[in-house]
Each structure stands twice: as structure tokens, then as C-alpha cells.
């Protein structure tokens, strides 16, 4: 390769390798929106699964509420 040559070679590797690494780099950041997206909507599934699972258990204490009357009006 003639020596006039390498400096325009180097100067064309380094601009792959720039591309290259702003590629790379752009998929990291993406990688991350997706990685947070699906933690907000697992976050927001257990926040729901927490409301339906409270309900269940209030209602569940009502029902022995109800059960332990009629059981105590049985008795008398």
C-alpha cells in the first residue's frame, strides 16, 4: 500500500469503527426503554393481582364474619 494511502485507511477504520460502536450503542438505550417498559407492566400486573388479592381476602373475612353469627346464633 503506498504510504500516502494509510492515513486516509486509518481515518476510514476508525469511521467503522465509530458507526460501528454508535450502533452498538443505540441498541444498549433500546434494550433499556424495552427492559423498563416490561418492568412498569410488572409492576402494574402485581399492583393489580394486590388489589384482586385483597378483595378475595376481604371478602374471604366477611364470609367467616357470617359464618361465625350464625354459628354463635346456632349455639344460643
Not at 33 to 59: F, I, S, Y
Request: net charge neutral.
Amino acid at each position: 500500500m503506498p504510504s500516502w494511502l494509510f492515513p486516509a485507511a486509518l481515518t476510514g477504520g476508525i469511521s467503522l469503527l465509530t458507526g460501528a460502536l454508535a450502533v452498538i450503542w443505540a441498541e444498549i438505550k433500546a434494550s433499556e426503554v424495552r427492559q423498563q417498559e416490561a418492568l412498569k407492566a410488572m409492576e402494574a400486573r402485581q399492583r393489580e393481582e394486590m388489589r384482586e388479592t385483597r378483595a378475595d381476602m376481604k371478602a374471604l373475612g366477611e364470609n367467616v364474619d357470617r359464618l361465625m353469627e350464625t354459628m354463635m346464633t346456632v349455639r344460643k
